[in-house]
């Protein structure tokens, strides 16, 4: 079968079985995927705060009364937090589908041919740089205490033991759309008539900006670029829905 190299470090790590573990070094296993489900939560807090702001905010640019506002936002909420499942759900399960498959192939070629996959994970070694004799004795040292894990770690690049749940993936998401949609419904609906709108903008910007932030600072990026990013697109969806809202509000069509 085809094979990668792997690029990680716990794949390099295993041809140095004796190596010291450093607990300041991101070289433990499962390390980014909870980076990467932490971006994701951040996100969606993101989406969850610009989406029912937004709405909020355009429902108050038509109308004071707090009756429409307040449904509007909550279904806004019950509606985004869903949709945000559902996409993650599907999204989540392709690649746990995949991974699974790959899995299972790999098991079974071990199954069936084990010479020839050891000879493979020697192999993937000697492109690392070992020699014959060091490839050869770590692909036989790998094998011996886990076959599986020793390829699917060093051909694919996969821990079988951390494939992501779709169920628990779309539960997060729906959780962190919720919790950022939380705050623009208490912005609009706390504050006295005259300062609603004002401290919902205010509220949500702040917002976006500890957002950007945190997820610059996980993705190792410019932390200016990233918040000016997300509050100048924030402040465009506010500024456009209140727009709309005020103009329908206006016209006398709501």
């Known amino acids: ?14 041809a140095v079985p004796d190596a010291p573990a450093h607990d300041n070094e991101p070289h433990r296993g499962g390390l980014a995927q909870r ?4 971006r994701a939560g951040v996100l969606g ?20 009364d707090s009756g429409p506002i307040l449904t509007a936002g909550i279904a806004g909420l019950v509606g985004g937090a869903i949709s945000m499942a559902l ?15 790959l899995i299972a192939k790999e098991r079974k070629e071990l199954e069936e041919m ?13 492109a690392k740089g070992l020699s014959e ?27 079988e033991t951390d494939v992501v749940s779709p169920w628990h993936a779309a539960a997060a998401s729906a959780a962190a759309f919720t919790i950022g949609a939380i705050l623009p419904l208490l912005a609009i609906l706390l504050p006295p008539l005259a300062w ?8 949500v910007l702040v917002a976006l900006a500890i957002t950007g932030a945190v997820s610059a600072q996980i993705g190792g990026s410019s932390r200016i670029r990233a ?20 103009l329908l509000g206006a016209s006398g069509v709501v």
């Open 114 to 126: 084990p010479e020839e996959e050891l000879e493979e994970l020697a192999g993937l070694y000697r």
């Open 87 to 101: 996409g993650e759900y599907v999204s989540v399960s392709s690649q746990s589908d995949s991974e699974r498959a």
């Open 1 to 14: 079968m085809s094979t990668e190299i792997p690029s990680n470090a716990a794949a390099s790590d295993s």
């Open 35 to 38: 980076l990467n489900w932490l």
């Open 196 to 203: 609603r709108v004002p401290v919902t903008f205010v509220a």
């Open 133 to 159: 004799e060091t490839a050869r004795q770590v692909a036989v040292e790998l094998t011996q205490h886990d076959a599986l894990a020793a390829h699917l770690a060093a051909e694919l690049n996969i821990d």
């Open 45 to 64: 807090a993101n989406d969850g705060i610009v989406s029912v702001a937004s709405i909020v905010v355009g429902v108050a640019g038509a109308t004071s």
């Open 227 to 246: 918040v000016t990013r997300v509050v100048l697109g924030g402040a465009l969806a506010l500024i456009a829905t209140y727009s709309v809202g005020a």
